[in-house]
């Protein structure tokens, strides 16, 4: 899946999550050289969620690549903090870097938001507020609404990173998620033009009333183009 796109002197922009982290750790090694990997966002806090969602790490070791770091929070605690953290050099530079990659590779939380509740970043208060403002899931670690883009939230206001319409300037967007909590999220990132090619599993792509569902009319394996610039390739369910 994504040992093809990558060549000599490729970036490769990363977003973090269990799916992510776990297609790192599959993926083969490559010959191409020169090979860099940067976050979309922010840093977790402990050990812990560190292991379980942290793959920018995991992938730059896989693939022999210079890793670059954004040394600060996925959520700051203020418009100020987040303004003096955006100013550092070693931030706006790796964002640069960031929004020139070639290829990002991207997770989406749904619903339930599990990911940046379980690691400590959003609080039940917070996802509470987030849902009751129209929320149904999280990319990039903005709140989306059902349309892919972002709601009218003050912690969108506060996450350090590329944000969903940002990451569009990459060329290739592997969004990679599956899970029935998680099909109202993808069909909104999918109609906003978030992602270039969907990676999820036969259930999700079947799943009524998931948009895929006709275009796949019972093929549940391959690739299948969606429209001129977004297709997606469904892997077995586990």
């Not at 640069?96 to 619903?111: D, Q």
Request: with cysteine.
């Amino acid at each position: 899946i994504v040992a093809p796109l990558i060549h000599d002197g490729t970036t490769i922009a990363v977003s973090w999550g269990a799916t992510l982290r776990a297609m790192a750790m599959a993926l083969e090694p490559v010959s191409a050289q020169n090979l860099s990997v940067v976050p979309l966002l922010g840093s977790l806090a402990t050990r812990s969620t560190i292991d379980r969602y942290e793959a920018s790490s995991v992938l730059a070791q896989r693939l022999n690549a210079e890793c670059f770091y954004l040394p600060g929070p996925i959520l700051c605690d203020s418009p100020e903090t987040k303004a003096a953290i955006d100013a550092l050099p070693v931030i706006s530079e790796t964002l640069s870097k960031a929004r020139k990659a070639e290829l990002a590779l991207l997770s989406i939380g749904g619903t339930n938001m599990s990911s940046l509740f379980d690691s400590g970043v959003l609080s039940s208060q917070d996802r509470d507020s987030a849902i009751a403002a129209g929320a149904i899931g999280n990319l990039l670690g903005r709140f989306i609404g059902k349309d892919g883009h972002q709601i009218d939230h003050p912690l969108n206001q506060l996450c350090l990173g590329i944000g969903p319409e940002e990451v569009r300037s990459v060329p290739v967007r592997i969004l990679c998620a599956g899970g029935p909590n998680k099909l109202a999220a993808i069909s909104g990132a999918l109609d906003a033009g978030v992602a270039t090619m969907l990676v999820t599993d036969e259930t999700t792509a079947n799943a009524p009333p998931h948009p895929i569902d006709a275009e796949f009319d019972g093929r549940v394996r391959g690739t299948v183009q969606l429209s001129s610039t977004s297709s997606v390739l469904v892997l077995p369910t586990p």
